[in-house]
């Protein structure tokens, strides 16, 4: 006869414990690494060149909202793969690891955790826009339409 066994507890992940953690707890932990900026910020370094500004959103969003001029898109599942600048499917803009990139999403909560999964790669400057792309219109810059 077999006696059951209490499962093995999880390993620790890197940086966080064991215990499961709630989405609240995560976005907080994560957010303290990052340099998150405001909008005006954001206008102002990628029109310096200092910072390249990455829209994460889906299609729909982009469709009914409209564009960031001079903003690269980069679908949320194709965003790791797309500026790994040792990657092979890497964009021509993923140049260094130095890279400052912002990364926008509608409201800037997924924003965040794109940003610290760009910063596990190594590029070590990214971070993203406080309140997303509705904060950034709702400052009045400049957003595109349809062409």
Not at 7 to 32: A, F, K, S
Request: aromatic residues 4%; proline residues 6%; hydrophobic residues 35%.
């Amino acid at each position: 006869m077999t006696s059951a066994r209490a499962p093995e507890p999880e390993p620790e992940r890197q940086g966080y414990p064991g215990r499961p953690t709630g989405i609240d707890e995560l976005l907080e932990r994560v957010r303290e690494d990052l340099d998150r900026v405001e909008t005006h910020e954001a206008h102002e370094a990628a029109q310096a060149g200092e910072a390249l500004l990455v829209d994460i959103r889906y299609a729909a969003l982009r469709d009914r909202d409209g564009l960031i001029p001079g903003a690269l898109i980069v679908e949320r599942n194709e965003l790791e793969w797309r500026l790994d600048p040792q990657g092979s499917h890497r964009l021509p803009e993923a140049t260094s690891h130095d890279l400052r990139v912002v990364v926008l999403c509608n409201e800037g909560y997924a924003s965040s955790l794109a940003a610290a999964s760009l910063r596990q790669l190594g590029l070590h400057r990214a971070t993203d826009l406080v309140g997303g792309f509705q904060a950034w219109r709702q400052a009045g810059l400049p957003v595109t339409h349809g062409e």
